[in-house]
């Protein structure tokens, strides 16, 4: 059987609403450590002097379940390349700051209690191509103008989807989009209440779902794209497609949220949703 993942990515990454100036890192020796738990981000440290103390995990060098610090590497990348999250790495390396790495230094990149012997991947089967289409309001749709352009457009933004009411690309993220999406898409103010409103019914025996203005992008796209033949041939969505929709936003704006889906959030949650 054929498996198909159509994925509809809201670009929250691609599009910023206010010029920010880049953080300014400190790397010299005497960086103290990050005290909040952000994302590791500093690059390994080089690796110390003949005669220096050995560098930890030495011992381990070679071994399933152990990966060796290479030039450029950080805890955050390791993480993604092993499978793994990036604190698990930290809390079973002993590392105090996540930010300091050094180059030769051996990481344990398995659990603890893991059988290194017996741990493998596997491809999955016919997994096809897999195709990223960044969704966005048309009242924002900074990514999509730009797409047409080819370059940078900045657009007037006014949306009832206040997370991505952004109107200027970000210009680390554009080279990146530029090159590696299939098309741009964009999606009307005026179909997010139907998919807000169905998830708070459920109308289909499933738990009911709070997802707000923003967070329901994705499935009301999905919803219009399932009633327009044309686009679902585009998207190649049939009986046996699967589609993962990710919603990370609930009742953000609850005056909003009750006036669109008639319900609280409370409401919603308890089975009684108008």
């Not at 152990?66 to 590497?73: A, H, L």
Request: proline letters at 8%; hydrophobic letters at 45%; charged letters at 20%.
């Amino acid at each position: 059987m054929r498996w198909l993942a159509a994925l509809l990515v809201v670009a929250l990454a691609g599009c910023t609403s206010s010029a920010r100036k880049a953080p300014v890192e400190d790397r010299s020796v005497a960086a103290k450590p990050a005290a909040a738990a952000s994302a590791p981000s500093a690059m390994a440290a080089p690796a110390p002097e003949a005669g220096a103390k050995p560098l930890p995990g030495i011992e381990n060098a070679g071994k399933p379940g152990y990966y060796t610090v290479k030039t450029g590497d950080t805890l955050l990348r390791i993480a993604l390349d092993t499978g793994q999250n990036w604190r698990d790495l930290a809390r079973w390396n002993n590392l105090d700051n996540p930010n300091l790495v050094e180059v030769g230094q051996v990481l344990r990149v398995l659990p603890p209690n893991a059988d290194a012997g017996v741990v493998a991947t596997r491809a999955v089967p016919n997994a096809g191509r897999v195709e990223t289409r960044p969704l966005e309001p048309r009242g924002a749709a900074c990514l999509y103008e730009s797409g047409k352009a080819g370059r940078i457009v900045q657009v007037p933004a006014h949306t009832e989807m206040s997370c991505l009411d952004a109107g200027d690309p970000s210009p680390l993220a554009w080279p990146i989009l530029k090159q590696g999406v299939a098309a741009f898409a964009v999606i009307e103010d005026a179909v997010i209440a139907d998919a807000m409103t169905l998830l708070a019914r459920s109308p289909f025996g499933d738990p009911p779902v709070v997802a707000g203005n923003s967070a329901i992008a994705g499935l009301s796209a999905l919803l219009s794209t399932a009633r327009d033949p044309a686009q679902r041939a585009a998207l190649k969505l049939g009986p046996e497609s699967r589609v993962l929709l990710v919603a990370s936003e609930g009742d953000a704006d609850r005056d909003s949220y009750r006036a669109i889906v008639g319900s609280t959030a409370e409401e919603v949650w308890a089975g009684r949703a108008a």
